[in-house]
């Protein structure tokens, strides 16, 4: 008669399917938020300077998790930056 073969043991912990968070607050999250809200209030032809070394991490990162949030709000901006500087502002789609 042939043996049952061992279940191997798991690799990772297990937790209850409920117990799973559902939301995600990203660690960009406070930066691209107050960044949204003041490209919301950008007018026509104006630009947000923001220092980099206001950012809590690197331009590249912060203008990706931006990139993000405003694809899921429908806005378009675009960015540009400097060694000091990145810049950041609406992009008029009528144009």
């Given at each position: ?34 960044l ?14 923001v ?7 690197s ?20 960015t ?16």
């Amino acid at each position: 008669m042939a043996e049952k073969a061992e279940t191997p043991a798991m690799n990772f912990q297990s937790i209850r399917q409920a117990d799973v968070p559902k939301g995600r607050e990203g660690k960009h999250k406070q930066i691209v938020s107050q960044l949204l809200s003041d490209i919301e209030q950008l007018q026509q032809g104006t630009a947000l300077k923001v220092p980099l070394a206001a950012l809590p991490d690197s331009k590249e990162n912060i203008r990706s998790a931006l990139n993000r949030a405003t694809r899921q709000h429908d806005i378009e901006v675009a960015t540009s930056s400097d060694a000091e500087y990145l810049y950041i502002w609406k992009i008029d789609r009528k144009a």
